[in-house]
């Protein structure tokens, strides 16, 4: 059973900050995914990642996977109340098509 | 495009009613899902279509029933509601090919079940 790990689960950071969200996944997978979601919203796509090594940047968010390690990171830079959200890693599963989520990271950025 | 669309936005039932969860594309994407949100649990799939007139069960499947006459449309219905099923339930759609493998999530229907 493909199992979905995020740590941590919540992140009060300062602004300006940097921190890692990290996400380990528990068998082969060929695509993984990162969202965000504001509260009482749908899910915003942020990045794929469908490669070991594959790295991909958008303003202050890179997001990284390590298939061999089962492994990936988002990585914030100088964190903005902006970004504060509930982010979700999410692997594919047998399916070749439907996800396995992580529980999520309640990220909190404050002045 | 409307992408994918899911009604009602918010719903109460009482114990032991049925009802159908509605969810549309026009985009004709061959694959849809559904999941339910709950607090501290992240979305667990509950069932899933690779094309018309085939589905198969996901993580959570007891309680629903799908199907998938068209390719727009993937109705998730449920059979005698119970409160365990108040939950915020997302309906996802994606190309079976597509260079950057993107999943298109609805807007999301808050179920509660009294």
């Known amino acids: 059973e493909l199992k979905v790990e995020q740590n941590p689960l919540f992140l009060s950071m300062q602004e300006g900050k940097n921190y890692t969200i990290y996400c380990n996944y528990s068998?082969?997978?060929?695509?993984l995914y990162w969202y965000r979601q504001d509260p009482g919203k749908s899910l915003e796509s942020l990045f794929v990642?469908?490669?070991?090594?594959a790295v991909k940047q958008e303003g202050r968010l890179m997001a990284s996977l390590d298939t061999k390690a089962r492994l990936s990171t988002l990585h914030i830079t100088a964190a903005v109340h902006d970004l504060s959200a509930t982010y979700f890693c999410?692997?594919?599963?047998?399916?070749?098509?439907?996800?396995?989520f992580g529980k999520g990271t309640s990220l909190l950025v404050t002045p | 495009n409307a992408g994918v669309t899911q009604t009602p936005k918010f719903q109460v039932l009482k114990t032991g009613q049925s009802m159908t969860l509605q969810c549309a594309q026009d985009?004709?994407?061959?694959?849809m899902s559904w999941y339910r949100q709950d607090p501290g649990m992240g979305l667990r799939l509950i069932h899933y279509?690779?094309?018309?007139?085939?589905?198969d069960q996901g993580e959570v499947p007891n309680g629903y029933n799908v199907s998938r006459s068209t390719t727009e449309d993937f109705p998730l219905r449920l059979l005698s509601a119970a409160p365990s099923q108040t939950s915020v339930y997302f309906c996802?759609?994606?190309?079976?090919?597509?260079?950057?493998?993107?999943?298109?999530f609805g807007p999301g229907t808050r179920l509660t079940v009294t």
């Open positions: 996802a759609s994606s190309p079976r090919r597509h260079a950057r493998y993107e999943q298109y």
């Open positions: 068998t082969t997978s060929d695509r």
């Open positions: 990642l469908l490669s070991n090594g």
């Open positions: 999410a692997v594919v599963n047998y399916s070749g098509y439907a996800l396995n």
């Open positions: 985009m004709n994407h061959e694959y």
């Open positions: 279509s690779v094309g018309a007139g085939i589905t």
